[in-house]
């Protein structure tokens, strides 16, 4: 193979670029199409990617990105177009044919069996099989130990996946992928739930593939992940191939305008003027081992960031101010006032409100409709005396925050499952809105939805702020946190590292902070 | 969202009108059902087709149909309640027992405090607790049948002066030209109909049942709730158990053996999703009628008494299959 | 040798003791010490034949539950089996009359497996209606009579002894070994784990999830229409109520044995120690003269506090959100 051009330890440099970008397409899509009944999921997308490669795919959620992978890795079948593997078409009816040709998806959401060892999940679905249909126990853990240690692995292939961490689940996932000596492995958002740490080892290994002469689809809505890692990225929307680029000539400005068909306008100005009394005051809060000792206040008209790594104890310590865990010590102060919160209604009562980290899981019944999800945090207020529902009540809540927050549904009796992610977080934030809260706290409000709307609601908290809200951002965006924030909280490992005015805070400093340094 | 439409593709059924009738289907298809049954009982027996049939009928599921309305509750709220068939024996065998003892209004009042007593358990264990429901009542199931025992002795039990006592009003009486249990159960049936659908209460079971950790962070009190879907199930139970006490006038100590996969057999048909947040208190009625007509219809035609049971199996698996095809947009699954 | 090794070490690696023997060996001791008789070898023969019947229903059960599936049915199909090798003897012979039992109960197996797998209707209503249509079925075929064996040897058998030990325990026994062996060593085994433990990852992989759990509700059917049989040889009789409520008292030995409702979790070992634990209670409060009422109490209590204990032991403590 002659991968071994490539630089380790670096993105690749313009030379190694050009010895890849003239190798012939290891795997090359032509023309794919693939609807689903009255929605054309993909239209006549080609790409191609080579051996070495790591070829980047870029869209917003929706794009197609999933679907156009799910027909490579043989859970679709695409209703027009052809796969071509080292120049030979292919055709795929089952993901198993597809991993004998060589072709891995390593997925978003974990499909281990966590009960089972390491070395079963690797191997399963093709545990070496004995007389009398046993398992040849000994092959499958020396083999799976092998793989592991290929990966530099520090865990057994006896140990259980239920005792692993979530980097090293995905560790067995990447093992699982080698076991079929694989041609091409596309990563879907690998870094989802990554730390900083373990981010450099699954590039380490990536890049280990690509030295092998692996072929590499990585999809990712992180910038700065694609442009270290990428040779070319290829961006889709709405169902189609929007460009192309070898990524050391192209910009993000570029790529986001591609994603989005235009680009981002400039981040509004900061509203001016001086945050009023303080709203929230939390004074020496601990619970266990979760975080210790945080102390911090917010204004009202203020935006205060919480940053951190995931682990750090910021959704702990959001939940425990909304009365969903119970301090150890510490004391709450709302408007100057020290507040008991026992429970999500103590906190609601006190003008609190929660959008929570997980959409799907904590913050809509999905199987509901969007007005009656909007309506769900003040059942009390759009009931009567006898607890009848006014219709009308909860009506004019979804008119008036469907129109504040751009709400794109299909009108209030909607369910909400059937919504787009940015539309189903603006009804979480209409839910909570509408009980004219006076302390918001954020939770990772833009994870996992489309750029267009992650502005949106940037937008949005900056102008919550400017009508004298209170307002706590959680999130693991730096740009977000530094861009949204008046201050900055900075955890590390349960305790504060820190308090910063955003106008003179440096990404760096804030890096040093959450690290420990 | 496309990414998300799963497993639809490939291998299509290539009956687009079959499609459409199942995504009627989906919200009317047990009215269907229904309708269907009862024209082609009518075709078959002249007598099915009558007011007094009916009338029977409706008599007939009144028990089990007052029970199912409860069950209803707890399975919209995301649980399930095994314990009301050994709950229907406890309370039957109370109310009775108790009536020629201290009379009838004290014996109801009685049974009716350690029925939702009961019930209360089930609740807490469930609700505060958070401990699984079909194990939590299965061993509950287990344990009312050793109270019964326990309270009665292993007697049973009966009422000596069965003329006279006003208890045989809530069995035997008709008001209206309608049997009392008809009205029992129906009478339930539409107030427990408006509470769900018209209520802050109902909204909160629905939200509790189809995603209970987002009912919790919106400020809903889940175990509170729960609790509460469980005091109504037992509610239920006692007043089946005043129908079937009066009627019968005594009462064995497993009158209510197996009731509770029989109450279970009528809300799933009706259509009520046991993963919890959807479903309806009518479409149980509609359910447990059909039960009762297939019963009623089968005898009428000449069948053994045993045959409306073959008959229900495969009622139960067409109705939730015709359900979750037409969800799929496919009859059968394409897992391999 | 090695190889033997191995797959020693590898049963070794799956047989962790659950925590239900702890239980069970607490009432083994507590009934020793309280009455006279309970340790005696012949009422220990007694216990082990006792819980046959409930034993052999629940191996098939775990390896269900384990898939991720349950199965209400087998109450049912235990008064089929007994029905059908009674009923049949003095027409086509006891073997014959046996083996139609067992087919039946394959074949129900068979019948729900394949609904289960084809509808996507899920396995706790599919084999409701099944507990129903098949309870049917045996008032049909029986039109309500009790049969009772011709054949001597066939009710002699339920009695018999071999090797110092009931024949029924054998048998159970046996079995036990035989499943424990199939879930931990082979590769079946290990794949209802997998598709029990997450479904769409064994899909994923290329296990044909459907044939597996149609096999598995065979493997159940089988059990269920064994253990109507060898009840049926220790009554020297069948009744069309036989095995009612089974379902209820096989799940709930099967829950206390530590297997997960949920799927992916459980074990053999598990399951014996809880239907021990069943039939320890039964028999040594009978000897202390409870009433057979309290024990029913008892029974429903310990499922609860079962499962109390396990949710308190379980829980990650503070990390959990109080909701």
């Keep these: 193979m002659t991968a071994e051009t490539a630089t380790p330890h670096a993105a690749p440099n313009a030379s190694d670029r050009d010895a890849v970008t003239a190798r012939e397409p290891l795997l090359r899509l032509d023309g794919i199409t693939k609807t689903f009944p009255g929605v054309v999921a993909l239209d006549d997308v080609s790409l191609e990617v080579r051996a070495g490669e790591v070829h980047a795919l870029l869209g917003e959620n929706g794009a197609g990105k999933s679907t156009l992978m799910k027909i490579l890795a043989g859970n679709h079948t695409a209703n027009r177009g052809a796969i071509h593997l080292e120049g030979e078409p292919v055709h795929f009816d089952n993901p198993m044919q597809a991993k004998r040709a060589g072709i891995v998806l390593i997925h978003q959401e974990l499909s281990l069996v966590p009960e089972m060892t390491v070395a079963e999940n690797i191997f399963l679905g093709s545990l070496p099989k004995g007389i009398l249909g046993t398992v040849k126990w000994r092959v499958l853990f020396a083999v799976a130990d092998e793989i592991l240690k290929t990966l530099g692995c520090r865990f057994s292939a006896k140990d259980k996946v239920e005792k692993l961490s979530i980097a090293n689940r995905q560790m067995v996932e990447i093992a699982r992928a080698l076991v079929f000596t694989p041609k091409v492995v596309v990563f879907d958002e690998p870094t989802a739930s990554l730390t900083d740490a373990e981010k450099v080892v699954l590039f380490e290994i990536i890049r280990g593939l690509m030295r092998k002469g692996v072929g590499i689809v990585y999809i990712s809505h992180r910038m700065d992940e694609i442009f270290t890692l990428s040779h070319r990225l290829t961006v889709l929307r709405d169902g189609k191939v929007r460009g192309t680029r070898v990524t050391a000539e192209t910009t993000e400005d570029d790529v986001t305008r591609l994603m989005i068909g235009r680009s981002l306008e400039g981040r509004e100005k900061r509203a001016a003027g001086e945050p009023g009394p303080v709203a929230l005051e939390v004074r020496g809060l601990s619970c266990g081992s979760l975080y210790r000792d945080i102390s911090f206040e917010i204004r009202k008209g203020e935006v205060v960031g919480m940053y951190g790594l995931i682990g750090a104890g910021r959704t702990e310590i959001a939940e425990t101010l909304f009365g969903l865990r119970s301090p150890d010590t510490g004391e709450i102060r709302i408007d100057d006032e020290t507040v008991e919160i026992d429970a999500p209604p103590d906190a609601i009562a006190r003008g609190l409100a929660l959008v929570p980290e997980s959409r799907k899981e904590q913050g809509l019944v999905l199987g509901m409709s969007c007005r009656d999800n909007m309506s769900m945090a003040q059942l009390g207020t759009v009931s009567n005396g006898m607890g009848f529902l006014k219709p009308k009540a909860e009506q004019a809540i979804y008119d008036t925050y469907a129109t504040m927050l751009d709400l794109r549904s299909p009108g209030p009796q909607a369910l909400v499952v059937n919504l787009s992610g940015g539309n189903q977080q603006k009804v979480v934030i209409g839910k909570w809105l509408s009980t004219a809260p006076e302390i918001l706290i954020l939770d990772e409000p833009t994870r996992g939805i489309d750029v267009g709307s992650k502005s949106e609601i940037h937008d949005l908290i900056r102008r919550l702020a400017g009508t004298g809200l209170a307002i706590l951002v959680i999130s693991s965006e730096m740009p977000e946190i530094m861009g949204v924030s008046d201050r900055v909280i900075a955890l590390y490992h349960g305790q504060m590292a820190g308090v910063f005015d955003a106008a003179t805070l440096t990404e760096d400093r804030l890096v040093q902070a959450i690290s420990g340094l | 969202m496309t990414t998300d439409t799963g497993e639809v593709g490939e291998r299509r059924l290539s009956l687009p009108a079959w499609r459409d009738i199942g995504h009627g289907a989906q919200r009317q298809g047990i009215l269907l059902a229904f309708i269907v049954f009862l024209i082609l009982f009518s075709l078959f027996s002249d007598r099915f087709a009558s007011w007094d049939n009916a009338s029977t009928v409706f008599r007939q599921v009144s028990i089990i149909g007052t029970i199912a309305l409860g069950v209803t509750i707890v399975v919209i709220g995301g649980n399930l309640d095994l314990s009301v068939g050994s709950m229907l024996s406890f309370s039957t065998v109370m109310v009775v027992d108790l009536h020629d003892k201290i009379g009838p209004a004290p014996a109801m009042a009685i049974t009716l405090v350690a029925t939702l007593a ?155 999703s046991l993963l919890g947040g959807s479903g309806s208190v009518i479409k149980t009625v509609i359910g447990v009628l059909i039960l009762g007509f297939i019963q009623n219809g089968l005898l009428l035609m000449g069948y053994q008494y045993y045959a409306q049971w073959l008959v229900t199996w495969v009622v139960i698996i067409l109705a939730v299959w015709l359900d979750v095809a037409s969800q799929r947009g496919r009859l059968f699954t394409t897992t391999a | 040798m090695t190889k033997t090794l191995a797959t020693l070490q590898n049963l070794r690696r799956f047989t962790v003791i659950p925590p239900i023997w702890l239980f069970t060996l607490a009432c083994a001791i507590f009934f020793s010490l309280m009455t006279d008789n309970f340790a005696e070898i012949g009422n220990l023969k007694n216990i082990l034949q006792q819980t046959s019947t409930i034993g052999l229903i629940a191996l098939g059960m775990t390896v269900v539950m384990i898939n991720g599936n349950i199965d209400l049915s087998v109450g ?51 084999t409701l209606g099944a507990m129903i249509g098949v309870r049917g079925l045996v008032f049909l075929y029986t039109q309500e009579q009790s049969f009772f064996a011709m054949d001597f040897a066939y009710s002699d058998f339920g009695m018999s002894q071999f090797a110092g030990l009931p024949t029924l325990a054998w048998v159970f026994l046996g079995f036990t070994v035989l499943m424990h062996w199939l879930m931990t060593s082979t590769v079946h085994g290990r794949n209802a784990y997998a598709v029990g433990g997450n479904r769409d990852a064994a899909l994923n992989a290329g296990i044909r999830v459907g044939r597996h759990m149609v096999v598995n509700f065979m493997i159940v059917g089988f059990f269920a229409a064994l253990a109507g049989i060898t009840l049926s040889t220790q009554m020297g009789a069948s009744t069309p109520n036989l095995g009612r409520e089974y379902e209820l008292w096989t799940i709930t030995a099967v829950v206390l044995g530590g297997t997960k409702l949920a799927g992916g979790a459980g074990s053999i070992v598990g399951t014996l120690g809880g239907v021990l634990a069943i039939g320890i209670l039964r028999n040594g409060m009978n000897l202390m003269q409870v009433p057979a009422f309290y024990v029913l109490v008892i029974l429903g209590a310990i499922l609860i506090i079962v499962l109390f204990i396990d949710r308190q032991v379980n829980r990650a403590g503070v990390e959990e959100v109080k909701i």
């Design chain 2, 118 to 272: 009961i019930g209360c358990v089930n609740g807490i264990l469930v609700g505060f607790l958070k401990l699984n429901s079909l194990i939590v009542t299965l061993g509950m199931l287990s344990a009312i049948q050793g109270l019964t025992l326990i309270y009665s002795g292993g007697q049973n039990v009966d009422i000596t002066d069965q003329e006279a006592t006003w208890f045989a009003f809530f069995g035997r009486d008709f008001v209206l030209g309608i049997a009392v249990p008809t009205w029992i159960f129906l009478g339930l049936a539409v107030v427990f109909h408006i509470v769900l659908t018209r209520t802050a209460y109902g909204r909160r079971v629905f939200a509790v049942g189809g995603n209970k950790t987002a009912a919790a962070f919106s400020g809903i009190r889940r175990a509170r709730v729960v609790f509460s879907t469980y005091v109504i199930s037992s509610f239920t139970v006692f007043c089946a158990a005043l129908i079937l006490g009066s009627r019968v006038m005594g009462s064995q100590n497993n009158v209510g053996q197996g009731y509770e996969l029989l109450v279970l057999a009528g809300v799933i048909l009706g259509g009520t």
């Design chain 3, 76 to 126: 049912a199909v235990v008064a089929l089996a007994a029905s059908l090798a009674v009923g049949l003897q003095s027409e086509i012979g006891t073997l014959p009359a046996v083996f139609v039992g067992l087919g039946a109960g394959i074949g129900l197996g068979f019948v729900n497996g394949m609904i289960v797998w084809k509808t996507g209707v899920d396995a706790f209503i599919v």
